[in-house]
């Protein structure tokens, strides 16, 4: 080997070791498609409800009121900090009165939330050290207490607003399962507090006149099927599918099928499946779905040709 074939292999070597080191050489540069970028932008659902914002323990104020949702609240205060006639709590507003610290076995200081209940207090064991609890907890955190504040602040940015609704969850005044309708426009006429479950109740009415309530959750986070983006659409969902029939999208409205309906018609009406299975069958595609109620769809070339609800 000549000096000159010596000199080409070393100055090879030295490349591919810079190569390996900075990785210039062999990282490609990711982007996002505009399809998936679009899915991880803000929907105008989520863009309204980005301030209903329930605060951490540091920004609450002497005197905020808090509804007590459930008589069992009183398991989660200190037995000692209670008397008798705190023990039917269900109903009742509570008061923010500050925090103290008391001595954990370890020495260490755990900040406890205490509650005004008239002449009285209630104390909350957080578990955590002062600084943890006052960033770490907010209004919501307290089992079975709402935020009186939070509440209102949803009702002020809600009430009077048309919506088209994404549920068929629909209740009466008296909390009673109704049936209900997904896609069809409504009203949005008051909220109130709701459960320790579902801290929001939004009333609705829809074109008909038909009064109606909905559970939901503060925020856009939460239990999914009960945010305000999972519940309610700023804007007609029918006018995205253009090409459904009428007879086919009032049954979607009352999460029903029918043979002959598409796949996307079906996920319309009943949501998405928990279990899919695809094959073939001869010269045709055959797509099995089924739901966690035991219902189960059954597609032929894209077609729904069986199912049981």
């Not at 659902?45 to 009121?65: I, Q």
């Not at 209740?171 to 909220?191: A, H, L, Q």
Request: charged share 25%; proline share 5%.
């Amino acid at each position: 080997m000549t000096r000159l074939h010596y000199i080409l292999l070393f100055a090879l070597l030295v490349c591919l070791t810079v190569s390996c080191h900075t990785g210039i050489e062999s990282t490609k540069t990711i982007t996002l498609s505009k399809s998936e970028r679009k899915q991880l932008e803000a929907s105008p659902e989520e863009k309204l409800m980005e301030d209903v914002k329930a605060p951490m323990l540091s920004e609450w104020k002497e005197g905020k009121k808090f509804l007590v949702s459930d008589n069992r609240a009183s398991l989660v205060f200190d037995p000692y900090s209670m008397t008798n006639d705190q023990e039917e709590l269900g109903g009742k507003i509570t008061e923010y009165a500050g925090v103290t610290l008391k001595a954990t076995p370890g020495g260490a200081d755990e900040a406890v939330i205490v509650f005004k209940n008239g002449s009285s207090s209630l104390q909350y064991s957080t578990g955590k050290n002062p600084s943890d609890a006052a960033t770490s907890i907010s209004s919501m955190d307290v089992p079975m207490l709402i935020d009186l504040e939070l509440v209102d602040k949803v009702k002020d940015l809600l009430v009077g607003r048309k919506v088209w609704t994404r549920s068929q969850l629909w209740y009466d005044r008296n909390e009673n399962k109704i049936d209900g309708r997904k896609f069809v426009p409504v009203e949005i006429v008051d909220v109130n507090p709701g459960t320790m479950v579902f801290p929001l109740k939004v009333y609705i009415i829809d074109e008909n006149g038909k009064p109606a309530m909905m559970y939901m959750n503060a925020g856009t986070a939460g239990i999914e099927s009960r945010t305000f983006q999972n519940l309610f659409s700023l804007t007609d969902p029918k006018d995205r599918y253009p090409s459904i029939h009428e007879d086919v999208w009032e049954l979607i409205q009352r999460g029903q099928v029918r043979l002959g309906m598409t796949k996307e018609e079906c996920k319309l009406a009943l949501g998405n499946p928990s279990d899919v299975n695809s094959g073939h069958d001869w010269n045709s595609t055959i797509d099995f779905w089924q739901y966690p109620n035991g219902s189960y769809l059954r597609f032929q070339d894209g077609l729904l040709v069986a199912f049981r609800n």
